[in-house]
């Protein structure tokens, strides 16, 4: 499970990028409360994953994000 502190690493993360909930939710199609949950850590699953992979496609450095994932 994600924990609080990794989840607020994907706001802190879209904040440098200068981009709000707002503009990544209609890019992605996805709702901004969406989003909100994603970051909160309370959303798992497609939505989690595409958020992902628009934050890899703007230079995210996943591997770091995942390197103590379950712990």
């Known amino acids: 499970m994600i924990t609080l502190e990794k989840s607020n690493s994907l706001k802190k993360y879209?904040?440098?990028l200068g981009l709000s909930q707002i503009q990544?939710?209609?890019e992605l199609k996805l709702s901004q409360a969406t989003i909100s949950r994603i970051e909160r850590?309370?959303?798992y699953g497609?939505?989690?994953v595409r958020y992902i992979k628009?934050?890899?496609g703007k230079n995210?450095?996943?591997n770091e994000y995942f390197r103590?994932?379950?712990n």
């Open 46 to 48: 497609k939505g989690f």
């Open 54 to 56: 628009y934050l890899v």
């Open 68 to 70: 103590n994932w379950g």
């Open 14 to 16: 879209r904040e440098i």
């Open 41 to 43: 850590g309370k959303l």
């Open 24 to 26: 990544i939710s209609e």
């Open 60 to 62: 995210f450095d996943m």
